[in-house]
């Protein structure tokens, strides 16, 4: 299984940027995907999950910022980043994880965001 993430980059505080996560297998044959970030010096973190129900979970740190959404038929999720904070930069990691607890990486995405 292949997750190639993209969309980072760097932007000013209060702006936006959208990542997203191809997967090389169907999205819906996971139990969930989700982002998860580590910023230099600090163990990486939840950002926003959503089940293969649909169901999403937010860390309190981005909600009602951040969004995250799937297109099934493009076998990608997508992370809206709005209003970002400069404690916002990190790298960005996706992550997908079956009914067996087996899980997948894809590589990270710099988000960087200047104040």
């Known amino acids: 299984v292949q997750l190639q993430a993209s969309g980072g980059g760097l932007v000013q505080a209060g702006g936006s940027l959208r990542l997203s996560c191809e997967t090389s297998?169907?999205?819906?044959?996971?139990?969930?995907m989700g982002w998860y970030r580590q910023a230099p010096g600090k163990e990486r973190e939840l950002v926003a999950t959503?089940?293969?129900?649909?169901?999403?979970n937010y860390a309190a740190s981005v909600k009602s910022r951040f969004t995250i959404s799937r297109d099934i038929t493009k076998n990608t999720v997508y992370l809206q980043m709005n209003n970002l904070e400069p404690e916002d930069t990190a790298v960005y990691f996706c992550?997908?994880?079956?009914?067996?607890?087996?899980?997948?990486w894809g590589q990270g995405t710099q988000v960087t965001v200047s104040s």
């Open positions: 992550k997908a994880e079956n009914n067996w607890k087996q899980f997948y």
């Open positions: 297998r169907r999205i819906l044959t996971f139990n969930y």
């Open positions: 959503v089940s293969s129900r649909g169901t999403t």
